[in-house]
């Protein structure tokens, strides 16, 4: 039977309980690199080169791997296209059962334990596809043409495409049914070309500035740093020791900024450092940062009316887009940013309340910043 899973509260479908080989114990001198050509009524639509994670999803690239090195792919099809989602495929009943079974796999072949992680499912990533098991994962697997945040951390990221997107972009408009199968049988031959042996730049932190001093305690810190070109997933250190023999945060994200999970103490020096995994190797670490938090607020001047100012409340959180900060100070600053550090909303307050409108933008976690009475709070927005 087909099973379907629902990502979202749109009618988006991954099927899966597919067929395998027994994975291969190879070790890799970096991503290893695989050629997918692709045809149509036995005309090339064109090749796809990927490169797997084996930092990152060390069974499932050698899974993949194994089933390579048998041509086990070769003949099956692109079995699923859902426009602005993913192309899926892989499944051996494609090569020659009947199109109501592609999908369905051999439920006796071996599988794969979930290897989730903060690697984001954006444009061009490939991941595991399963069943509601987390570990079905066999050899069916899907592209993304676009960001699917609802996956994230709920399926194996363990690969992307280098070249050739194009190609998939054809694929996933192919005239379809209503079972989202295309009309004409899309099938795949996939070839091992070599290995992608790079080592990822250390990461540039960008704030808060190196040494600075007087840091907001009143609300959590965000530190943030540049994109490294090839980085899939981000390590954080944050620590009170500046010799890193003891560190109090030590985190991955796949974003481009990583905030505090609490108000972190006042009068109180952090340092901290950041490197990347492009999926084959580890960068170095940055160069080692710190920031001091400020001081004690006194009951004077405008540390007084600091001291009186209360955190905005903000609703509906989640919301569908639409949300209203309350209870601010006149002349507050609202500041929204993306989970890659990316400002998207900046409103001069003149009012009390405020009505924020981030409608059409992708669903997920946001991250908002008021700054009123020289206090600042941070907080999430979530979009459902």
Known sequence: MIKKISFSIIAFFIISVFKSQTASTSTYTGKPMFQILTKRNNAV?????VELFPNIAPKHTRNFDSLVSVKFFDTTAFHRV???????????????????????????????NAEFSTAKHVRGILSAARDQNINSATSQFFICVATAASLNGQYSVY??????????????????NSNDCPLQKIEMFITYVG???SVPNPPLQTSPANTAIGIDTASQVILKWAKVSDGIIYHIDLTTDSTFNTIWKSVNTGNLLYVTSTVLPASTTYYWRVSTNNGGHFSNFSPVWKFTTAAPFNDVGIKTNAMKSKKPLVYPNPGN???????LEKESV????????????????????????LEGKDKGIYIYKVTQNAVSYTGKLIIK
């Open 45 to 49: 639509l064109g090749t796809t080169v």
């Open 82 to 112: 859902i426009p602005g989602f993913v192309i899926q495929g892989g499944d051996p009943n494609s090569r020659h059962g009947a199109q109501s079974t592609w999908g369905n796999g051999d439920p006796t072949q071996p599988t794969v």
């Open 159 to 176: 690969g992307r495409v280098l070249s050739g997107m194009n190609y998939v972009d054809t694929i996933v408009n192919a005239p379809r």
């Open 195 to 197: 290995s992608n042996d």
């Open 321 to 327: 887009g639409k949300f209203t900060f309350d209870e």
């Open 334 to 357: 609202i500041e929204v940013f993306d989970l890659t550090g990316r400002l998207i909303s900046h409103i001069f307050t003149k009012e009390n309340q405020v009505h924020l409108d």
